[in-house]
């Protein structure tokens, strides 16, 4: 049991997530960061206001709808990187590096008389029973 454990946590799939994971919530910190500490900020000077202060209070609750915004900006900001950095590259690198497939011999042929699919190397056709003539 203990080596098929091993063998199970040596598997590239399982490495390769636990890194992606890792490096996923490393870089989302630094987007968020990069959200909250500048651009937050930037976009405050055209509008004169910040948005981790926006706020609005029902019933004695506080609804901080600024840091939403701030959430929503870097989630925005994290699928831009992330597709223009990552899957677009890949995509791109997928399809110069795939290599277009043998066309496969054809298994079945049309009856000359009904138009019905049957195998190739048929001579009679098995719906209308008309006999095969090879073109």
């Known amino acids: 049991m203990l080596k098929e454990f091993k063998t199970f946590i040596l598997r590239g799939n399982v490495v390769d997530l636990a890194v992606g994971i890792v490096i996923g919530a490393a870089f ?3 987007v968020t ?3 909250k500490d500048l651009i937050t900020p930037l976009v405050g000077i055209l509008g004169k206001f910040n948005f981790s202060a926006l706020h609005f209070v029902i019933n004695k609750s506080n609804f901080l709808i600024g840091d939403f915004l701030n959430a929503v900006i870097s989630f925005v900001i ?3 990187v992330i597709f ?3 899957v677009k590259p890949v995509n791109s690198l997928v399809s110069k590096t795939k290599k277009n497939a043998p066309v496969a ?3 079945t042929k049309k009856c000359q008389y009904c138009a019905s699919e049957i195998a190739i190397e048929a001579t009679r056709c098995p ?3 008309s006999d ?3 073109p």
Do not use: H, I, M
């Open 28 to 30: 989302g910190a630094v």
């Open 33 to 35: 960061a990069l959200v």
């Open 78 to 80: 994290l699928a831009a």
């Open 84 to 86: 223009f950095f990552v």
């Open 105 to 107: 011999d054809p298994t």
């Open 127 to 129: 719906y209308c029973t």
């Open 132 to 134: 095969l003539v090879e």
